[in-house]
């Protein structure tokens, strides 16, 4: 049996220079869905201990947000998007099954086509 021999791993230093991050516009708060949901006030607060929450419109995605945020991470780094070599995104929701947010977040930020098209409910000509 033959086997190879194992090389040491290369040192590749990685520097965080900037983050950023983005929430939807739109605040909803406890107080708005006790009465939307017929609730004695303060009860989803006390519930939840949720004071007040982001919720996104119909034109606010993770892709479009993450986008934001990546132009805030730039901006505090003093960078243009050109100068970076990665990208690292965490969203705890997805834009659709397929393609990824990250092939959407890298359309947002303009960097390029990749060929995959966003999934649309209308048929693309």
């Keep these: 049996m033959q086997t190879s021999q194992l090389l040491p791993p290369t040192s590749r230093p990685v520097t965080i220079l900037g983050s950023g991050h983005a929430l939807p516009e739109r605040i909803v708060t406890s107080t708005e869905l006790d009465a939307e949901l017929g609730l004695v ?3 989803v607060a006390r519930i939840s201990g949720v004071v007040q929450r982001h919720v996104a419109s119909t034109t606010e995605t993770a892709a479009s947000l993450g986008a934001i945020a990546a132009r805030n991470a730039l901006l505090a780094a003093g960078l243009e998007l050109d100068q970076i070599d990665l990208i690292a995104c965490a969203s705890g929701t997805m834009d659709q099954g397929m393609p ?3 092939a959407l977040l890298h359309r947002e930020l303009g960097l390029g086509q990749s060929g995959i ?8 000509a």
């Design 41 to 43: 006030a303060g009860s």
């Design 100 to 102: 990824c947010n990250a």
């Design 117 to 124: 098209r966003p999934w649309t409910s209308t048929p693309v």
